[in-house]
């Protein structure tokens, strides 16, 4: 995935991590990532224990709200 437009703090973006296309929101805007809020259900699904995850600005997808 690629994105022509850096996300900021407060967007949604789509991603996929383990085979699952997840939805979250940019809680911190990095040089060359973001860290982003998923679900509690996500994170289960992704085998993670936090619902916060990073990702780099080559791998998600701007959500138009």
Known sequence: MTTNQLA???????????????IGEVFKVREASVIVTISKSDAEGINVETPLTVVSHKNYQLIKN
């Open 8 to 22: 900021k703090e407060g967007d949604k973006v789509l991603f996929e991590r383990n085979g699952l296309v997840i």
